[in-house]
Nanobody, 115 residues
């Protein structure tokens, strides 16, 4: 059974930083593709960042390139999303996602960027 637990969201001012985490159980994350998605208020869920092959391949949405970075924890079965220079349009519920034969989602964590 696969379970993803996301955390780290909160309220931050524009220009600030947050670091989200996603801990997986039931799968070794080194063997799978993991992504971060987000769903802004009133909008569709959208891709943010992806990681696979032990981090050898990462990709980012154009809207977050140069500001966000996806990394893996050194020991625990966890990936992180470091978010810097946050903008109000980054406000959304953020979800981690693992792709296996099916799709597995974390419960979502709210990020609010506001002054």
């Amino acid at each position: 059974q696969v379970q993803l637990v996301g955390s780290g969201g909160g309220l931050v001012q524009p220009g600030g930083s947050l670091k989200l985490s996603c801990t997986a159980s039931g799968r070794d994350i080194d063997n799978y593709r993991l992504d971060w998605f987000r769903q802004p208020p009133g909008k569709e869920r959208e891709f943010v960042a992806g990681w696979k092959y032990r981090g050898q391949i990462t990709r980012y949405a154009d809207s977050v390139k140069g500001r966000f970075a996806i990394t893996r924890g050194s020991a625990e079965n966890t990936i992180y999303l470091q978010m810097d220079t946050l903008l109000p349009e980054d406000t959304a519920v953020y979800y981690c996602h693992l792709k296996d034969t099916g799709d597995y989602w974390g419960q979502g964590t709210q990020v609010t960027v506001s002054s």
